[in-house]
């Protein structure tokens, strides 16, 4: 077990709605990572968080955003939601911004649209 | 784009055999490198990782070589036992990506007893 922990679990909407994600980093990391993973593929990077602010972004529409508190937990926040944004939604903490320390991944939240 | 790619998508080993996963990049700014093993329903779980500066690195049963030269990373896993049944994706990031991870679309591996 990695202690990043992710809730809820599974989650199921219809399109239009709106979906909030949560995180929190294992201990003593202070940086955390959003990404999603469609059926079949590798995770493709969301944002990053580091200090309460977004510190790089992948190609995702701005109805993705995030938030990080100060005990650095974090939350997804998807609007709008489409079919195809189905998926499972893996947040990531690490210790240092823009070192190398490993990303430490949670066991991720099941989102399913309909 | 720069992207992470897989040569095979599956993988099938005898018990106790060794096996050995491939991967290939395309960024050559990349300098850290890591293999995540993802078993059904789980997020992934750090293997072992080597930066660039580095050819070859031992973990556990684990193995990680990089050639910079032709852009390839394999993972070997030595003894494989049904426990390392799993998807295996190479991932790479670089200094000031926000070392986001680009990874590839996995191989699957089965160990067959």
């Known amino acids: 077990e990695t202690g990043v922990t992710q809730s809820p679990t599974h989650l199921i909407k219809t399109r239009g709605q709106q979906v909030t994600l949560r995180c929190s980093s294992q201990s003593g990391h202070n940086t955390v990572s959003w990404y999603q993973q469609a059926l079949g593929q590798g995770p493709q990077f969301i944002f990053q968080y580091y200090r309460e602010e977004e510190n790089g972004r992948g190609n995702f529409p701005p109805r993705f955003s995030g938030l990080q508190f100060p005990n650095y937990s974090s939350e997804l926040n998807v609007n709008a939601l489409e079919l195809d944004d189905s998926a499972l939604y893996l947040c990531?903490?690490?210790?240092?911004?823009?070192?190398?320390?490993?990303?430490?991944f949670g066991p991720g939240t099941r989102l399913t649209v309909l | 784009g720069e992207s992470v790619g897989l040569h095979l998508p599956t993988l099938s080993v005898q018990e106790g055999d060794n096996s050995i996963i491939n991967c290939a990049y395309s960024?050559?700014?990349?300098?850290?490198f890591i293999w995540y093993k993802q078993e059904s329903g789980k997020g992934p779980q750090f293997i072992i990782d080597?930066?660039?500066?580095?050819d070859k690195r031992q973990g556990q049963r684990v193995t990680v070589l990089l050639n910079k030269t032709v852009k390839h990373l394999s993972l070997q896993i030595a003894a494989t036992q049904p426990g390392d049944s799993a998807v295996y994706f190479c991932?790479?990031?670089?200094?000031?990506?926000?070392?986001?991870?680009?990874f590839g679309s996995g191989t699957q591996l089965t160990v067959l007893p």
């Open positions: 990531a903490s690490s210790r240092e911004l823009g070192g190398t320390d490993t990303q430490y």
């Open positions: 080597i930066r660039s500066n580095m």
């Open positions: 991932a790479e990031t670089f200094s000031g990506s926000a070392r986001q991870l680009t």
């Open positions: 960024n050559s700014a990349s300098d850290y």
